[in-house]
Nanobody
Framework: QVQLVESGGGLVQPGGSLRLSCVASGGSSSDYVMAWYRQTPGKQREVVARIDSRSRTEYNDFAEGRFTISRDNAKNTVYLQMNSLKPEDTAGYYC???????????WGQGTQVTVSS
């Protein structure tokens, strides 16, 4: 059973930056594609960025050029560096792990990001 624990959310002014972290336990990093999703009330959860075991990355259009996903397999941690934050980035941000061998997937509990002056 994989457990994902996010941290790093909070309140930030427009134009500011935050770095989210997600620590995974209970699995081998090389078996997992990791991703960050976000969700606001009344809307579907949407992918922000993905990173595979070789650190190849994909970004949603709104994240391209502002957000950076990375991973440290030795620490079983995936990061989301968010720069130039906008009020519309306000959301709950969720860590997601997909085991490419078993197709089992896991979610973290989420961390709230609020962008407001």
């Amino acid at each position: 059973q994989v457990q994902l624990v996010e941290s790093g959310g909070g309140l930030v002014q427009p134009g500011g930056s935050l770095r989210l972290s997600c620590v995974a336990s209970g699995g081998s990093s090389s078996d997992y594609v990791m991703a960050w999703y976000r969700q606001t009330p009344g809307k579907q959860r949407e992918v922000v960025a993905r990173i595979d075991s070789r650190s190849r990355t994909e970004y949603n259009d709104f994240a391209e050029g502002r957000f950076t996903i990375s991973r440290d397999n030795a620490k079983n941690t995936v990061y989301l560096q968010m720069n130039s934050l906008k009020p519309e980035d306000t959301a709950g941000y969720y860590c997601y792990a997909l085991n490419v061998r078993t197709s089992l997937s896991y979610w973290g509990q989420g961390t709230q990001v609020t962008v407001s002056s």
